[in-house]
């Protein structure tokens, strides 16, 4: 006999497409890739919460932005994502992408496939919960129906849309899924439970929702953004300026920043400047280039300037951080 609330593989049959490589660690499954000689890793820990309901804690680490995608399509099934560290980006088989940032929460219907899940800092938190609709209507209408959750009407309204940012950095849901981080520490599942019926009387409260499709995001757009930051990067040296990329890749100058923002959680130029001290960091430690050329490389007039910028992130001048002490 299983411990309570403990997923087998069983339960995912209808999450996941191929279990082949998911390997069991404790209270983990870990899904193992490999790339081109890299290896990333994607953890999850799944609970059986109550008929047709699993939450999954989501735990991804790795040198890779994205994830092969093999999460089912089912029209009995929708999702309820929330990002609690990091940033999450997927494109749909609509064209459009979507992306998620801390507190961000967000709906979707498992009869879109999600295509690329992408994670731009490589690293991502989070939770998400599964539904399967047939249990629910058959097993946990009328339990719902005590606490003013019609099943029904819920599944009606969820099956009309695909992939929806409800909140952004709502207090209510932030505090809802801190509950549930607390008591998953505790191994409280029945407290759990009852946090995802709170969160699905919010969603029921169409009040509440804040549909809208400028949240999502042309695949066209979206590219063209990757390719900005990438040509960035690669001529860091360089000062480009907003106008050039806008005339370079053919996309207006607010396109760039707010789309930009919106897949990396920062501006062009602040998330740039991180990057650059970045790059500073690992030539300090990790090569011969004398501190003038590592300036010179990241695209700073003198060592003066590059200095000051390096000591205002890192506390320490770059000779001092090169020494390792």
């Given at each position: 006999?299983?411990?309570?609330?403990?997923?087998?593989?069983?339960?995912?049959?209808?999450?996941?497409?191929?279990?082949?490589?998911?390997?069991?660690?404790?209270?983990?499954?870990?899904?193992?890739?490999?790339?081109?000689?890299?290896?990333?890793?994607?953890?999850?820990?799944?609970?059986?919460?109550?008929?047709?309901?699993?939450?999954?804690?989501?735990?991804?680490?790795?040198?890779?932005?994205?994830?092969?995608?093999?999460?089912?399509?089912?029209?009995?099934?929708?999702?309820?994502?929330?990002?609690?560290?990091?940033?999450?980006?997927?494109?749909?088989?609509?064209?459009?992408?979507?992306?998620?940032?801390?507190?961000?929460?967000?709906?979707?219907?498992?009869?879109?496939?999600?295509?690329?899940?992408?994670?731009?800092?490589?690293?991502?938190?989070?939770i998400s919960v599964y539904f399967d609709t047939k249990r629910m209507e058959k097993d946990l209408n009328n339990f719902f129906k005590v606490l003013g959750i019609d099943t029904f009407e819920l599944i009606k309204y969820l099956k009309k849309i695909d992939l929806t940012l409800v909140e952004r950095g709502n207090e209510f849901v932030e505090g809802i899924f801190d509950d549930i981080y607390k008591y998953k520490?505790?191994?409280?599942?029945?407290?759990?439970?009852?946090?995802?019926?709170?969160?699905?009387?919010?969603?029921?409260?169409?009040?509440?929702?804040?549909?809208?499709?400028?949240?999502?995001?042309?695949?066209?757009?979206?590219?063209?953004?990757?390719?900005?930051?990438?040509?960035?990067?690669?001529?860091?040296?360089?000062?480009?300026?907003?106008?050039?990329?806008?005339?370079?890749?053919?996309?207006?100058?607010?396109?760039?920043?707010?789309?930009?923002?919106?897949?990396?959680?920062?501006?062009?130029?602040?998330?740039?400047?991180?990057?650059?001290?970045?790059?500073?960091?690992?030539?300090?430690?990790?090569?011969?280039?004398?501190?003038?050329?590592?300036?010179?490389?990241?695209?700073?007039?003198?060592?003066?300037?590059?200095?000051?910028?390096?000591?205002?992130?890192?506390?320490?001048?770059?000779?001092?951080?090169?020494?390792?002490?």
């Open positions: 006999m299983r411990e309570k609330n403990v997923c087998n593989l069983m339960d995912l049959n209808f999450i996941f497409t191929d279990k082949s490589n998911l390997v069991k660690d404790g209270d983990y499954y870990c899904k193992f890739y490999e790339e081109n000689q890299d290896e990333y890793i994607y953890r999850v820990q799944p609970y059986l919460l109550m008929p047709g309901i699993i939450i999954f804690f989501i735990d991804y680490l790795c040198n890779k932005e994205y994830i092969k995608s093999e999460i089912k399509r089912s029209d009995d099934f929708f999702a309820i994502h929330y990002c609690r560290k990091g940033r999450y980006e997927c494109e749909l088989e609509n064209g459009y992408s979507i992306f998620m940032g801390p507190g961000d929460f967000a709906i979707h219907n498992m009869k879109y496939k999600v295509l690329n899940p992408y994670f731009s800092e490589r690293k991502y938190e989070g520490q505790n191994n409280m599942m029945e407290s759990i439970s009852l946090k995802i019926i709170e969160l699905l009387f919010f969603i029921s409260n169409k009040k509440t929702l804040h549909y809208s499709k400028n949240d999502y995001i042309p695949q066209t757009q979206r590219l063209k953004i990757k390719s900005i930051k990438d040509y960035l990067t690669e001529n860091l040296s360089q000062h480009i300026k907003i106008k050039e990329l806008s005339l370079r890749f053919n996309i207006k100058e607010n396109k760039i920043q707010n789309i930009f923002k919106e897949i990396y959680g920062q501006t062009v130029y602040s998330y740039i400047k991180e990057y650059k001290m970045t790059k500073a960091a690992y030539y300090l430690r990790n090569s011969e280039f004398n501190i003038s050329s590592i300036a010179s490389k990241l695209g700073y007039i003198n060592s003066s300037k590059f200095s000051a910028a390096f000591k205002s992130k890192y506390g320490v001048t770059p000779s001092f951080y090169r020494k390792g002490i």
